[in-house]
């Protein structure tokens, strides 16, 4: 099974930073992995796909990184509303698809 | 555009089984994509919990040791969960999702299930 590590489980940040968070995978999983994001009570919503592919319709100061094993999501310049908690996700074997464990964005 | 929305009891039993229906609009099931569950519980992170295809393909998460089954209803444009002898650790918002290319695009609103007697 493939595991994924996420990290920070927490960030604080202020309106403008620049932020990251990272993702590492178990093994290689070439670059089926997606990013998204969660506001509380809301449902998740995909940010990028195919590791570095912006979903239509979200802000370009979301970026995605990396393949194998190591990925990150980047957010140049968060806004307001970009305060969340951010998920994983590898899709590299259909039979068994992982989550992070998240990461929670706040002020 | 499509639309997806779960449907179900709000609150199940112990040790009976949780069914949901999830049912699709703007889309036909058979287009060609996975559809696929995934449940969050209260205050926690999100889990796979398998996928169908139209014709009848199933992936599963293992850690539900052969629990869920998912099943699709071409005629109806809709797929369906079932997860047997539910505890409370069951307890989630069950979420459908269209699963495009190793992609969850597009979500319902998701349910909660609750899991007591």
């Known amino acids: 099974d493939v595991k994924m590590t996420q990290s920070p489980s927490s960030l604080s940040a202020s309106v403008g930073d620049r932020v990251t968070i990272t993702c590492r995978a178990s093994?290689?999983?070439?670059?089926?992995l997606s990013w998204y994001q969660q506001k509380p009570g809301k449902v998740p919503k995909l940010l990028i796909y195919s590791a570095s592919t912006l979903e239509k319709g979200v802000p370009s100061r979301f970026s995605g990184s990396g393949s194998g094993t190591d990925f990150s999501l980047t957010i140049s310049g968060v806004q307001p509303e970009d305060f969340a908690t951010y998920y994983c996700?590898?899709?590299?074997?259909?039979?068994?698809?992982?989550f992070g464990q998240g990461t929670n964005l706040d002020i | 555009q499509v639309q997806l929305q779960e449907s179900g009891p709000g609150l199940v039993k112990p040790s009976e089984t949780l069914s949901l229906t999830c049912t699709v609009s703007g889309e036909s099931l058979t287009f060609g994509y996975f559809w696929d569950w995934i449940r969050q519980p209260p205050g926690k992170g999100l889990e796979w919990i398998g996928s169908v295809y139209h014709a009848g393909t199933t992936y599963y998460n293992a850690s539900l040791r052969g629990r869920a089954t998912i099943s699709v209803d071409t005629s109806k444009n809709q797929f369906s969960l079932r997860l047997s002898s539910v505890t409370a650790a069951d307890t989630a918002v069950y979420y459908c999702?269209?699963?495009?290319?190793?992609?969850?695009?597009?979500w319902g609103q998701g349910t909660l299930v609750t899991v007591s007697s």
């Open positions: 996700l590898q899709t590299r074997n259909l039979s068994l698809y992982t």
């Open positions: 093994l290689s999983i070439s670059d089926y």
């Open positions: 999702a269209r699963d495009r290319t190793r992609r969850l695009d597009s």
